[in-house]
């Protein structure tokens, strides 16, 4: 079984769209064996997801609503096998709080995707939009080309 984390600052946005994403596209390539959760940097346990992050995924048919919001610990960190941070700052930050994980911690797109957080729904799709290209480009990609759909 591989675990896929996907780390961002409350756990109510970004990586909530990279977390329901992967596992709606998962299900959809029948591809087993993988899992995926998210956390946040600076967050509290127990939050919902943003009524933006909702209102998008759900265009998509995604159900994000029963999302809580957890806190990134170590024991979550260090039972991913992979971790991808929505920006370079996140990133650093889980390299500093974790050291042993720096290995697994890498950023889910070429470059940082920007927070959402009280903007437009635009905003929110524009993010949306950078977030699932990554997520197909660098993770769905790599997973098909490993022969591990189907299992």
């Known amino acids: 079984m591989m ?8 756990n109510t946005c970004r990586s909530v769209m990279a977390e329901y ?12 064996g ?3 959760c998210s956390a946040g940097v600076t967050t509290i346990d127990g939050m919902p997801a943003s009524q933006g992050t909702l209102a998008v995924l759900e265009e998509v048919n995604i159900d994000a609503s029963k999302h809580r919001s957890r806190v990134l610990t170590r ?4 039972t991913a096998d992979e971790i991808y941070a929505l920006a370079y700052g996140h990133m650093m930050t889980v390299n500093n709080m ?4 720096k290995d697994k911690v890498r950023l889910l797109a ?5 927070d959402p957080i ?12 950078l977030i699932s290209k990554a997520v ?3 993770i769905i990609y790599k997973i098909n080309k490993s022969g591990r759909g189907k299992e």
């Open 3 to 10: 675990n896929i984390l996907f780390i961002c600052t409350g």
């Open 21 to 32: 994403y992967i596992k709606d596209r998962l299900q959809e390539l029948e591809i087993l």
């Open 34 to 36: 993988i899992t995926a």
């Open 75 to 78: 024991e979550i960190a260090e």
């Open 98 to 101: 974790f050291p042993s994980v």
């Open 110 to 114: 070429k470059k940082s995707i920007p």
């Open 118 to 129: 009280g903007l437009s729904l635009e905003e929110y799709k524009d993010c949306f939009d």
């Open 136 to 138: 197909e480009t660098g």
